[in-house]
């Protein structure tokens, strides 16, 4: 193996530029394409939320199978870099062409042009995915080295989401404004296309950067997982599975959250500047969740000493009341979002805490599952995560659909005549009430199911953790 040099500064910063571009494009999609479809363009939701589930099961089976492709690949470039670039490149055309759906097609048209943009969007992002995070052995030493360019680009990553959390409705509402938009409806239809356009453009060139100042210096083996392996692993490990299901449990309320909290602002708190307070809230939500992480979490570990566990019984206790505290003030005259950002801190900041901790949990159960079956199943376990959390994804986004439809929720429903419009002052009394029921009982059931599962299931406590790696690390010496 050719011996690899320290890493550079450009290097590093080439890559953490192509997680900002991937991520940004995977927050569009994650955060918009639902809104997109059923609130602006008058998909019915139920097709949607069908569409989102399915494609994101389909895209979870995907996963190995691009992981197997990617292994295979031998060029001159690399492995790694060739499918990272053309990945990104369809990625980037199969963006802007979701995002710029035709207005004169009829409902069926354009249900079929949201199933067939959407589940290509996600076979294209995942030929791109895949290959970035798995290149990081071909250009860089162990140990710290490795440890330290995964953490940059994960912090990278959450930055590309943020930017997408922040400037979208604003962005959208100025291009669709500058570009023709004469009424509200429109302004957003141009407006997506446009900003869309700008993003796909972003990404291609954060890409392009990184695969040009990041060299693959040597050939490795990559390895890759099957489906019925990830399944194997996880009936054989009672630890892993403990996990997983609190992992979906955990993953599932923040995505019901995350899918209507856009109309909880549009159509409930209102305003004809309902975006405005709708970014607001989600920089101080994005601020929040990071700030969790990188303090909130330590203090509670280090400075107060408490173990992982009670971390995450805290964190649930928080997550509840978050959204208690915002049930109740729903029902309140919500005339200022700062006395919404109270609820707020409570959910945002869970999300970040719980972020660390389903990781920490996860990396636990590889130790035991080594030392009750004998074997290693670290990269299984990590791949379960990813597979977890998007069936969680395609379920929430399911249940918002259902949500939406029965509440008849739909800006294409809504006669629009100015550019500005209260859209709050259409939606009955009953669909508000079932919209704040929605995203704030069913995550509250939920979060009160993990933590009720895991206090009984769970039993990796910290002591118990460092007696299994002492046995573990016995077991390797001896062999």
């Known amino acids: 193996m050719e011996q690899k040099q320290k890493l550079t500064g450009k290097a590093k910063f080439s890559y953490a530029l192509g997680a900002v571009g991937k991520d940004m494009v995977y927050m569009l999609s994650a955060s918009y394409v639902l809104y997109y479809f059923q609130d602006i363009m008058g998909v019915s939701a139920i097709a949607m939320g069908t569409i989102l589930l399915i494609a994101r099961v389909f895209d979870a089976f995907n996963d190995p199978i691009m992981g197997v492709i990617v292994a295979k690949t031998k060029t001159k470039w690399g492995k790694f870099r060739p499918w990272l670039l053309i990945g990104t490149l369809t990625n980037a055309v199969v963006l802007y062409l979701m995002f710029a759906a035709p207005p004169t097609l009829d409902a069926g048209g354009l249900t079929a042009y949201a199933a067939v943009t959407y589940i290509l969007w996600g076979v294209t992002y995942t030929m791109m995915d895949i290959p970035y995070w798995s290149m990081i052995p071909a250009f860089t030493e162990g140990g710290k080295e490795r440890e330290g360019l995964t953490t940059l680009a994960r912090s990278a990553a959450g930055v590309g989401s943020a930017i997408i959390t922040i400037i979208t409705l604003i962005s959208v509402h100025w291009l669709g404004e500058r570009f023709g938009g004469t009424n509200a409806r429109m302004i957003e239809i141009i407006g997506f296309k446009y900003f869309s356009l700008v993003i796909a453009a972003l990404f291609v060139l954060f890409t392009v950067i990184t695969c040009v100042n990041v060299k693959e210096k040597s050939t490795v083996e990559m390895e890759t997982v099957s489906v019925g392996r990830m399944f194997k692993a996880l009936v054989q490990n009672d630890q892993a599975m403990t996990v997983t299901i609190t992992i979906v449990l955990v993953n599932g309320a923040l995505y019901i959250t995350s899918n209507l909290v856009l109309y909880f602002f549009k159509y409930d708190f209102g305003g004809t500047g309902w975006y405005g307070s709708y970014t607001l809230f989600s920089t101080f939500g994005g601020g929040i969740q990071i700030l969790s992480m990188m303090l909130l979490y330590p203090l509670l570990r280090n400075m107060l000493g408490l173990?992982?566990?009670?971390?995450?019984?805290?964190?649930?206790?928080?997550?509840?009341?978050?959204?208690?505290?915002?049930?109740?003030?729903?029902?309140?005259?919500?005339?200022?979002?700062?006395?919404?950002?109270?609820?707020?801190?409570?959910?945002?900041?869970?999300?970040?805490?719980?972020?660390?901790?389903?990781?920490?949990?996860?990396?636990?159960?590889?130790?035991?599952?080594?030392?009750?079956?004998?074997?290693?199943?670290?990269?299984?376990?990590?791949?379960?995560?990813?597979?977890?959390?998007?069936?969680?994804?395609?379920?929430?986004?399911?249940?918002?659909?259902?949500?939406?439809?029965?509440?008849?929720?739909?800006?294409?429903?809504?006669?629009?005549?100015?550019?500005?419009?209260?859209?709050?002052?259409?939606?009955?009394?009953?669909?508000?009430?079932?919209?704040?029921?929605?995203?704030?009982?069913?995550?509250?059931?939920?979060?009160?199911?993990?933590?009720?599962?895991?206090?009984?299931?769970?039993?990796?406590?910290?002591?118990?953790?460092?007696?299994?790696?002492?046995k573990v690390k016995l077991l390797h010496k001896e062999k």
């Open 307 to 470: 173990s992982n566990t009670r971390i995450f019984y805290v964190s649930m206790g928080m997550g509840a009341v978050g959204y208690a505290v915002l049930l109740a003030l729903s029902f309140t005259n919500m005339s200022s979002v700062i006395l919404l950002c109270i609820p707020g801190f409570f959910i945002f900041a869970t999300n970040g805490v719980n972020s660390i901790l389903t990781t920490v949990f996860l990396a636990n159960t590889v130790d035991y599952g080594e030392l009750k079956n004998n074997r290693r199943d670290e990269s299984v376990i990590f791949s379960m995560q990813t597979f977890v959390v998007k069936l969680a994804s395609g379920v929430a986004a399911f249940i918002a659909s259902i949500c939406l439809q029965i509440n008849r929720l739909s800006n294409a429903a809504v006669s629009e005549a100015d550019k500005l419009v209260d859209f709050s002052a259409s939606v009955s009394a009953s669909a508000k009430v079932g919209l704040r029921m929605t995203m704030t009982v069913i995550p509250i059931v939920m979060l009160v199911a993990a933590f009720l599962w895991f206090r009984r299931k769970y039993v990796l406590t910290d002591e118990k953790v460092e007696e299994i790696a002492a």
